[in-house]
């Protein structure tokens, strides 16, 4: 069913500042087909989609098109040629309008070349709207509208440059699975034009449903090329990492304390949560899992007091407590770690020992207000050497540290607080996986010294992996709680959908 | 059965459409009727605060020049910019007017085409250090307004230059084409419903929203951003450029050292109008009603016989309350967090 070849790249390379990007890769795309890009985060897919579509320039390398050398500069110049590309970060203007957004550079105009043809601009944006199947008002605004429906706003304006080649880059991250279904089938109809689909995706269950071939990228440089019909979903993880990994694994059997440590009843938010009551017990890890918008992050945002409760009581060992901001939850022992750590919870161009005694600073100055520089530095050392961070000194800007190292600090700056109890989101978002096990060993520890542990995670292997105890949360409500023995992807996958549609 | 379907869908449509255009504009309905009270309020104390001659001279006059730049400002604040040097640029644009209009002996018209032109040559520029240099607009204009105040002081050899030899000169602001309506007046206007046009119905206003909105994502769309947004900021200079004359016109004169925190009044305005300094969001309309807001309240503080120094403090409780309602209506509305 493959057509003839449209876009193919040799020998690209690109090289940042210190980093070699992209090493010698190759890659081709047939007419006719989705082609899948794999590969760990930094592995260099979303550098070469960047080359693609005219935002990066190569250092090296040839880019062939429909049997043309192309030299793609701009991003114009890529909408030019017909290459047009969805990004992983939705890339839309929420004040405009779905039509506004479609169309923006290609507003259709009156006769005067300077006034906007708003009616023909709406009728356009129907017609294509229409031709895929998707249902919006082309005159609702963007930002008033869901993640999901957002996504497919940009496949329209993607689809709208008529062009041959669409990337498409983590495009079901975001959405549920009929949502996904949905977009398959809008994938499927644009393969039966003869149109060629770039497929990035971390969802490796996904490729075998909707990719042709799969190639695989490592650390810049190209690995594999295979038909998604004769590979595996193990030998493709294997290919990626450089070596096997059990993505099945489990924790170890761990003696739990019957002690709750923290108990919350019914918490409502305005917006989301709905009646969300749990118990936390000492040396615990509890996972929370669910899809996009069910309400993990505002679950934790409404526990340490960042969002209003509208209802709900929370107890610590026992004794009902009242947190209402961020500052009684460390009063508290409550530490919550963000899953955007450079944004919320460090300070980039600080060292490491100002970002471990930052939510503990009253500790380390003397009377006067003065900074006590040796137990500063002292406890900066020792958190150093126990959580294992990379670094020549504590005196190294955070910025400097991988994003593993990132979260270590982060962590150390919350175990300096003595918190008893710690919110991790995202713990291994943005980290490589050979980081993400030492986060991993990192936690369990934590875990068998008496520290409670709640786990946000939208990488079901990893809440898997890390929980006692799983909670499942959709569209602001908790739908079950699971031991970690009675869990699998499908278990959870059940109870994550359970309103939705 | 499909046509059913369609029909409640279509009818929940324009119902939600007509709600949101409530929730949409519920921003400057609170404006408006902060406007009226105030006025009311005025009236109510003084009731010579509500005579024609008043309303007229008194409280629209004094709106043309500031009311102008917000006009002109509210397309660089709605791109997420900042133009800090629209009140000095004035003061040059009318410096620049006044030498050659009076010392070449131009005709009146030609007043306009100077002054514009200058006004648009600055916007250009400070586009132009934006766009391509990369300074941060509040840096870029900062800049631009401490050269251009220099300049005016430079080229008038700091005095004012009297415009006693241009015929009628005067009547650009202060004669009346339209029944009593100052032409100062007719001009603000006229250039409010154009700077709506270009804001609402032509490419240049619809790329304004966008970059506000995102950027990065125009920018990813293939709009050439960087030439947009220059002529954003020459946009912005065309109307500095008008207030210029329409200052010279009110005064007689242009006053080197008149000038500096105009920039500042017009800011007040555009913010009390409800457009978002973040970018992304604003109107003409409110704009103008912002800047009507800031003038009866300094005209009616003024009759109420209030001193100087308190006005200005009024004004600054009213951007506190304005700002603040908004951000409320907003969280409550769930726009923002």
């Known amino acids: 069913m493959a057509g003839s070849q449209l876009l193919s790249l040799e020998g690209v390379s690109k090289e940042f500042p210190g980093v070699k990007a992209l090493d010698n890769v190759r890659f081709d795309l047939n007419a006719g087909e989705v082609h899948a890009i794999v590969g760990e985060n930094g592995a260099g897919k979303s550098t070469l989609m960047k080359i693609l579509s005219g935002i990066y320039k190569k250092d090296t390398g040839v880019i062939t098109y429909q049997g043309d050398h192309v030299n793609v500069s701009s991003p114009h110049e890529a909408q030019s040629l017909g290459i047009s590309i969805i990004h992983q970060e939705l890339n839309l203007m929420p004040h405009l309008t779905v039509a506004e957004n479609i169309f923006i550079g290609r507003e259709p105009r009156r006769k005067s070349r300077i006034f906007l ?152 938010t305005k917006k989301l949560l709905k009646d969300v009551s749990f118990e936390l017990r000492k040396g615990e890890i509890l996972g929370f899992a669910g899809l996009m918008g069910a309400g993990r992050t505002e679950l934790a945002r409404a526990l340490i007091g960042a969002d209003p409760k509208t209802s709900g009581k929370v107890w610590l060992k026992g004794q009902e407590i009242s947190i209402k901001n961020p500052h009684d939850a460390v009063q508290a022992g409550i530490g919550y770690l963000s899953e955007d750590r450079k944004r919320y919870g460090l300070l980039l161009i600080q060292d490491i020992t100002f970002n471990v005694i930052m939510a503990s600073i009253p500790k380390y100055v003397n009377k006067f207000g003065i900074f006590k520089k040796g137990p500063a530095a002292g406890i900066a050392r020792d958190s150093i050497a126990k959580l294992r961070i990379r670094t020549p000194s504590e005196k190294q800007f955070v910025k400097n540290l991988s994003g593993g190292n990132q979260q270590k600090v982060v962590i150390a700056k919350w175990l300096a607080r003595d918190c008893e109890i710690l919110i991790f989101d995202e713990p291994t978002r943005g980290i490589d996986v050979g980081a993400k096990d ?54 959870i996958m059940q109870y994550a959908t359970k309103f939705r549609d | 059965m499909s046509t059913t379907v369609k029909a409640t869908t279509s009818e929940e449509v324009s119902g939600n459409k007509f709600m949101a255009l409530i929730r949409r504009e519920i921003g400057q309905v609170f404006a408006i009727a902060g406007l009226v009270i105030i006025f009311a309020f005025f009236s109510f104390m003084k009731p010579v605060f509500y005579s024609w001659a008043n309303v007229s001279n008194g409280i629209l006059m004094s709106t043309t020049v500031t009311g102008l730049l917000a006009v002109g400002i509210t397309f660089v604040i709605i791109t997420g910019g900042i133009d800090l040097s629209i009140g000095t640029g004035t003061t040059l644009c009318a410096i620049l007017v006044a030498h050659y209009v009076v010392g070449w002996h131009l005709p009146l018209w030609s007043g306009f085409v100077i002054g514009m032109s200058f006004g648009a040559l600055i916007g250009a520029l400070n586009g132009a250090m934006i766009a391509f240099l990369k300074l941060p607009p509040f840096i870029a204009t900062l800049a631009t307004m401490k050269a251009a105040q220099g300049l005016a002081l430079i080229i008038s050899h700091l005095t004012p230059i009297r415009f006693d030899t241009v015929k009628g000169w005067e009547s650009i602001a202060q004669g009346n084409l339209i029944g009593s309506i ?143 309602g908004d951000n409320v209506r907003r969280r409550r509305a769930g726009e923002i967090s």
């Open chain 1, 117 to 268: 043809n708003n009616s023909k601009l709406v009728k356009d944006a129907q017609a294509l709207l229409d031709e895929l199947n998707i249902v919006l008002d082309p005159k609702e605004l963007v930002g008033e509208m869901t993640i999901a429906r957002q996504q497919m706003v940009e496949i329209a304006k993607a689809v709208s440059y008529r062009g041959e080649v669409i990337i498409m880059d983590e495009p079901t991250s975001s959405l549920t699975p009929s949502e996904t279904e949905a977009l398959f089938k809008i994938i499927n109809s644009l393969k039966a034009n003869g149109k060629g689909i770039i497929y990035i995706s971390h969802r490796l269950e996904e490729l075998d449903v909707i990719s042709d071939r799969i190639t695989v990228i490592r650390d810049g440089q190209y690995v594999k090329t295979m038909k998604t019909k004769e590979t595996s979903i193990p030998e493709v993880i294997s290919l990626m990492v450089g070596r096997k990994v059990d993505q099945d694994q489990r924790p170890d059997k761990r003696a739990l304390s019957k002690d709750v440590v923290l108990k919350a009843e019914n918490i409502s």
């Open chain 1, 438 to 491: 030492e986060i991993y060993k990192l936690l369990t520890q934590l875990a068998n010294e008496g520290k409670s542990i709640i786990m946000i995670s939208s990488e079901l292997p990893e809440v898997l992996r890390m929980s006692d105890r799983i909670a499942v949360m959709c569209e602001g409500r908790l739908t079950g709680i699971i031991e970690n023995k009675d869990a699998d992807q499908n278990v």
């Open chain 2, 182 to 324: 100052p032409n100062g007046v007719l001009i603000l206007f006229g250039a409010a419903i154009v700077a709506w046009f270009i804001l609402n119905r032509t490419v240049i206003g619809r790329y304004t929203f966008a970059i506000g909105s995102n950027g990065e994502a125009t920018k990813l769309s293939g709009v050439k951003v960087e030439r947009w947004l220059i002529l954003i900021y020459a946009l912005c200079g065309l109307f500095v450029g008008l207030a210029a004359v329409v200052l010279t016109a009110r005064l007689g004169a242009a006053e080197p050292d008149l000038g500096l925190g105009y920039e500042l009044e017009a800011i007040a305005a555009v913010i009390i109008g409800g457009t978002s300094l973040l970018g992304g969001k604003g109107t003409i309309s409110g704009t103008i009603i912002g800047a009507l807001i800031m003038a009866v309240l300094t005209n009616g503080l003024r009759i109420l016989q209030v001193q100087q120094e308190w006005q200005y403090v009024v004004v600054g409780i009213v951007i506190v309350i304005a700002v603040f």
